[in-house]
């Protein structure tokens, strides 16, 4: 009885690293300790906020940045689940294809904006690519090794009941595969989330300015108040679509039976 | 393209131990090695055939030559070189100031029950952050050089490094820290011989994982602010509409990418066999 109300009490003391940033932050602000054009206070990055949301401008910048981020993730990922599992399903595929993959994994991808940028331009083109690129790369990683986790066992007994191909990949490869895919997915959310602040920063474009635009010209405008107040949003947009993914991911895993 | 099906048959032949079975096996693998060229070499003839028929300007598209010839240009002036090394020492000093604070870090969160309720909360919530999101509010603070470089680098090794160590020292079963107490380890004993050993493996993947995050963010930071380094070499090429020099950039960072994790990878292989040694 005791342990179980322990274990629903909420243990506040994670609270007390942030309580005390901010008591020192405001405090530091009011004594003068601080330039407050360097550091504005925290009332300041608030009144910030709260013009960004009362005008809707922060809604409409969230609205391009995550258009871009969901619709390159989307791209990246089922390229990465297709060619994972052609290169897990085929000897060949992966003899013929899979060095070619492996090397050019290890160019970091922030390498990529540049040639992007002459190819494409500076536009939403290049950005949704670029972020695509960035989610490819570990979900075809997992998916892969996913597929190869199939046993020789499994797959006999699809053989067995006489599955046709497009069965095989349904209802055996891709179930069998379906954690460590989820886990790529994860993690190509979060790169694509990193690419879409990277390339909206590296890629200025005219038209739908997104969360990172934003921040980049309140630097550029020296309006300190907006780029911590950016950051902040951008840091809690990569925790929401975290907690999202973990709460999809726990739904699609059910049948499996086991909680992590 | 027929002989290379032929060599990489199923060759029936194999099954008696004749001279044809020693060597199907090294021709085998051979055959392998080859059919991973087949690609790369399909995109180069692609490349150069686009070139000769002028299908893109050269601005867009420069032929191979020109990107070969850069690179000898860049390699025997010693610039391409100056450019890596200035890169990698940025890249050192993060390693080595995020990966200390990392690895500290992360052994007050794993030793320590009260660290662990103080400061997990917070750092879990930022570790979600993606570190180019950090880099204006540094610039504001530390300017565009080496200082902003340094810590944005050193962010990104930080947060593998801590999750990292966490992990490993959460994860040594009880029963060895257990024998520890019956040798009557102290303090520094049972650290050194008990926890560094035992969590050695989680550790090593925390300086991998996090090497790898830095290459990757120094890239991004050469690339929004710098006047030397690797990804200003880009730039340059960029702005000049050079892009053999952008070609040049990518292959040696691919190249460095490449050497980082493979020696890395030999070093862990190292790391397991001694382990395996020891027990």
Redesign the interface.
Known sequence: MTTASRAFRRDYRGLVPPALLLLFWFVAGRLGWTNPTLIPPPEQVLAVAWQYLGSGELFRALAASLARDLGGFALGALAGIGLGVLLGVSRWAERLLGPTFHTLKQISLFAWIPLLSIWLGYNDVSRVVFIAVSAFYPVALATFEGVRGVTRAQFEVARVHGFTARQRLTRLILPAAAPQILTGLNLGLVYAWLATIGAEFLLPAYGDIGLGDSVIRGRAAFNVALVIFGMLAIGGVGVALNRVFRRLERHLLRWRGDHR | MTSLTNTLGPLPLATSASWPARLAAPLRRAG?WA??????LA?FALWQYAVDRQWLAE??LPPPSLVWQSLGELWHSGELRDHLAISLTRVGWSVLLGGGAGLALGAALGLSR?AR??????FE??A??????????L???LGIDEALKVAAISLAVLVPVTVNTHRGIAGIPRPLLDVGRVYRFTVPQTLWRVVLPAAAPSLFNGLRQGVMQA??T???VE??ASSEGI?YL??W??QL?Q?DL??V??LA???V??AL?LALRWAESRLASWRRGAF
């Open positions: 392998h059919a991973g060229l087949l690609l790369p995109l601005q867009i009260s309720a103080y400061l997990l909360p917070s919530l930022v979600q952050f993606p570190v180019v999101g950090w880099v204006p509010l610039i504001v603070f290459w990757l120094l890239v991004f690339l929004l990804g880009m730039v090429g960029r509409l892009l952008v070609v950039a990518m960072i691919g190249a990418g490449l994790d």
